[in-house]
């Protein structure tokens, strides 16, 4: 009567212990993406490093690591994008990811996950070849982030963190330079953009993001500030104050907020955020280059506020300006330059002028661009504030 019950029984055992290890996998996987991205945020990119090592070792067959680690090398390549020591570990970890992620399309369509991994890995690829120049790479890539991305939803509704690089990708599409755009209509590469789900996706993400949450409220506040619509700058700045009082070790986080206080006018309140971040400095083992790029602002700061002689003092205390980043280091010239208008040595400050218009030349829009081809047309004065 009972002889069909134990081999039931038995297969009933094994699917429930299946799909107890499967869940057991998963949130130990959780774990760790928390944990590696907590350290992110932190700022500690040899924390976040060792996550995505322990990642690869444990699930070599399931392009975590791969993936979590090229959003690291993104997060890092954004501080300096001129930089190319992560070209190489882009690229192969993009292509490790692909190759992952696509065996298991070929397995199983409805795998939302191997879908988000390869929008993962197409995003990455999408912003180094932008970078680059290889516009033709940069558009298969972006066309393919926004499929993959775009499938993983639609598997899993759920998946809220997909629409991070998604929101991302789509406003990024939307908002080519002019002489891309030229090219768009006749071109089958260049990605679609969508004006109604772009940023709407990144703030829910914001909101309501597993992984993502305060990465994307870094990249949203990051595209608020871009333009100058006054209510978005307010909301913008809002949100980088949040994750200065959340991070306080992050010094992106805090030198965004300080350089985004002066560029609003609030040079008081800059001056007050640079000197918190400055007189902390032993507290958060602050890396003395960012230390230097907060004397930047202080000094910009004070020239905003007219106060040539204490901008002056605090300018000559910068000593590491050889290893700011590109964008670091055009600020840095183009002050030079407007404080040798200020000391009248013209002829020093056309030449350091000069070096901004070839440091920023690929960056038409470029406030910076800008304002050195007005100091080369004319001797900077404090008649007009130098922002």
Request: charged share 25%; with cysteine.
């Amino acid at each position: 009567m009972y002889q069909w019950f134990l081999p039931v029984l038995i297969l009933l055992l094994g699917s429930f212990q299946a799909q107890s290890s499967q869940e057991f996998l998963w949130a130990e996987i959780a774990t760790l993406k928390v944990k590696g991205t907590e350290l992110r945020l932190r700022g500690d990119f040899a924390g976040a490093n060792r996550v995505s090592r322990q990642l690869k070792e444990t699930y070599p067959d399931l392009g975590i690591g791969y993936a979590f680690n090229l959003n690291t090398l993104v997060t890092q390549l954004s501080w300096d994008e001129q930089q190319t020591r992560f070209d190489k570990d882009i690229l192969q970890d993009a292509e490790k990811t692909l190759s992952i992620c696509r065996k298991q399309i070929d397995s199983d369509q409805g795998d939302y996950r191997a879908h988000y991994l390869c929008g993962q890995a197409h995003f990455a690829l999408t912003y180094l070849h932008a970078l680059r120049g290889n516009y033709y790479r940069a558009g298969t890539n972006g066309s393919k982030t926004i499929s993959s991305l775009e499938q993983a939803l639609k598997i899993n509704p759920e998946l809220t963190d997909a629409k991070m690089h998604l929101g991302v990708s789509y406003y990024y599409a939307d908002n080519l330079p002019s002489y891309i755009k030229v090219f768009s209509k006749l071109l089958w590469f260049i990605p679609t953009g969508n004006s109604d789900k772009s940023l709407p996706y990144v703030r829910e993400v914001a909101k309501k993001g597993k992984y993502f949450k305060d990465v994307a409220k870094y990249l949203y506040a990051s595209i608020l500030i871009e333009g100058d619509d006054e209510e978005r700058l307010a909301t913008g700045t809002t949100l980088l104050q949040e994750l200065v009082s959340s991070y306080p070790e992050n010094s992106r986080f805090q030198l965004r907020y300080i350089s985004q206080l002066g560029a609003t006018g609030r040079h008081e309140q800059s001056l007050n955020a640079a000197d918190t971040f400055i007189t902390t400095d032993e507290q958060y083992k602050r890396d003395p280059v960012d230390i230097d790029l907060a004397r930047l602002w202080v000094t910009r700061d004070l020239l905003n506020l007219k106060q040539v002689k204490k901008a002056i003092v605090t300018f000559n205390e910068i000593t590491r300006q050889v290893s700011f980043p590109a964008w670091g280091r055009a600020w840095y010239l183009l002050t030079h330059a407007q404080i040798s208008d200020l000391q009248k040595q013209r002829n020093m400050a056309k030449n350091l002028y000069n070096r901004v218009i070839k440091l920023h030349e690929k960056y038409p829009s470029s406030t910076i661009l800008s304002l050195a081809r007005a100091g080369l047309n004319q001797p900077f004065t404090l008649t007009e504030p130098p922002l």
